[in-house]
């Protein structure tokens, strides 16, 4: 069982289009990350959330944290192409230093 | 650029083959992950080091062992590998305890036929 759940799992959409991914769990989490990981490769950090609540831009991007810090959202704005890749959402939980991953949303954006 | 390299991309076994998986970064970090991911389960952590000769298992720990002689250098060690071991191994680190984001590696397909 994850602790934390993505979904969707798959997504497919057409470039231009808006799209949001989730992340939730039933525990709460002193920090939690968005990693995106392309074919061949590792994750790569996004962002990381910290504050119940917070939320973060980072170009065409947006993260919240709720405000519980037991989910967690992202929304694309005008998904381009290059948006495509296995989107990781983990949560930190700093009194057992625990980092957990969730299974992940796989983003294809066609042109 | 700081950098987690995994020394090898791709790499084919046979099975009982003793195996080692090497991750070096460049960042002074202190701690160090290994994971395995599979389709479905996500990430899954197999050890994980917070200091030098430092090793503690994580989820998964049953046919893997670590050794981390220097600070920068993490190394997996399948004893005899097994067909189930087939994946794609992640290294990670961290500079310490906290809320910071790991530094992954590019990983390494592992085959075991």
């Known amino acids: 069982t994850q602790l934390l759940e993505q979904s969707p799992q798959f997504l497919s959409i057409q470039e231009g289009e808006n799209l949001t991914v989730y992340c939730n769990s039933s525990s709460v989490f002193s920090s939690l990350q968005w990693y995106r990981q392309e074919p061949g490769e590792g994750p790569v950090l996004l962002v990381t959330?910290?504050?119940?609540?917070e939320v973060k831009k980072l170009k065409r991007l947006t993260f919240q944290f709720g405000d519980a810090r037991k989910d967690s959202s992202l929304h694309i704005t005008a998904a381009q192409t290059g948006d495509t890749g296995l989107y990781l959402c983990?949560?930190?939980?700093?009194?057992?230093?625990?980092?957990?991953f969730g299974a992940g949303t796989r983003l294809t954006v066609k042109p | 650029d700081v950098k987690v390299t995994q020394s090898s991309r791709y790499l084919v076994k046979r099975t009982g083959e003793k195996v080692f998986l090497e991750c070096v970064q460049d960042m002074d970090h202190e701690n160090m992950f290994w994971y395995r991911q599979d389709p479905g389960l996500g990430l899954r952590l197999i050890y994980f080091s917070y200091d030098v000769k430092m090793k503690e298992k994580g989820d998964i720990p049953e046919g893997y062992s670590v050794s981390r002689e220097k600070k920068e250098r993490f190394s997996l060690i399948l004893e005899s590998a097994s067909t189930n071991q087939t994946s794609m191994y992640l290294c990670a680190s961290r500079p310490d305890r906290g809320t910071y984001g790991y530094t992954f590696g590019s990983g390494t397909r592992l085959t075991v036929v």
């Open positions: 983990a949560g930190f939980s700093y009194n057992n230093n625990d980092m957990r």
């Open positions: 959330v910290v504050t119940g609540g």
